[in-house]
């Protein structure tokens, strides 16, 4: 398999191709690097490379754990996503994921017109039942869980918590459809390599649409979860933010991420 790091050029041709006014506007690169913890101790590494030009995105790298966790559950994951963007909203073209551990496994979505036109996984997707039924009306207006990591927003609400963080994202991610809603909750300074500045900060909540098990204990959880976050730095001098930090309390602990490298080329 082509590594995502060869392939996102590629990928990015397609997406300007299929996006008016992109040759003259100016590419900004963005390389990321972040640290995972779980319970305060490491348990992964994540990196990532976003390219914004004009209207346009696309997202890729990797997370592999690491630590203790490499030792007791050893993984590497893989993603790339990339479209385009109108007003506050990504309209991903295509998304792929792919993951190695004691499971394997891949998902592949294509999208049309803000709708997911094909999805395939590894292994096949099969629905328990009590599981809500996922309808096709859900698959349009969506975008994947790499696509709601790339936030743009309008030239005026540039530096502004509200305008980067308030906003719900319908998410599709292969067997699931659910909604992540977003509030800015509060702003503060950040450092990273590369990096110096504003990070805003947002609440995160999570809302199942279909394809979950209303019972199962994992959903009412995160459900009720009020502790999630989300902080989200600007792209360079773009009009698009992405992830900086995040925060996820769990039933057995907290997972926490942070930028140590987040540096435009």
């Known amino acids: ?27 900004t690169t963005l390389e990321t690097k972040y640290k995972v913890r779980f319970v305060g101790m490491s348990v992964g590494k994540l990196t990532s490379t976003v390219v914004v030009q004009g209207n346009g995105y696309a997202l ?11 030792l007791i559950s050893p993984m590497t994951a893989s993603f790339s996503s990339y479209g385009g963007m109108a007003g506050k909203t990504p309209y991903p073209a295509k998304h792929s994921l792919s993951w190695k551990g004691k499971k394997s496994g891949s998902v592949n979505m294509n ?23 996922l309808k096709k009306a859900h698959l349009r207006s969506v975008m994947d869980p790499i696509s709601a ?15 980067v963080c ?47 098990r209303p019972h199962k204990k994992n959903i009412q959880q995160m459900q009720r979860n009020r502790g999630t976050e989300v902080g989200f730095a600007r792209v360079g001098n773009t009009n698009t933010y992405t992830m900086f930090s995040f925060k ?16 435009v080329k």
């Open 1 to 27: 398999m082509r590594s995502l790091s060869s392939a996102l050029p590629a990928a990015m041709g397609l997406a300007l191709m299929a996006l008016p006014a992109f040759a003259v506007q100016a590419k």
């Open 60 to 70: 890729s790298g990797n997370l592999k754990t690491s630590g203790l966790a490499k």
């Open 111 to 133: 999208f049309a017109s803000g709708a997911v036109a094909s999805h395939a996984s590894t292994p096949k997707v099969k629905y328990k039942p009590g599981t809500v039924p």
């Open 149 to 163: 990591l790339v936030f743009p927003v309008k030239a005026g609400d540039v530096g502004k918590g509200r305008g």
């Open 166 to 212: 308030n906003r719900t994202v319908p998410i599709f991610d292969g067997k699931n459809r659910f909604n992540l809603t977003f509030r800015h909750k509060r702003t503060e300074n950040a450092k990273a390599k590369g990096f110096k500045g504003k990070v805003h900060v947002c609440s995160v909540r999570y809302t199942p649409v279909s394809g979950h």
């Open 248 to 263: 996820v309390p769990t039933s057995r602990g907290t997972a926490r991420g942070r930028a140590t490298l987040f540096k």
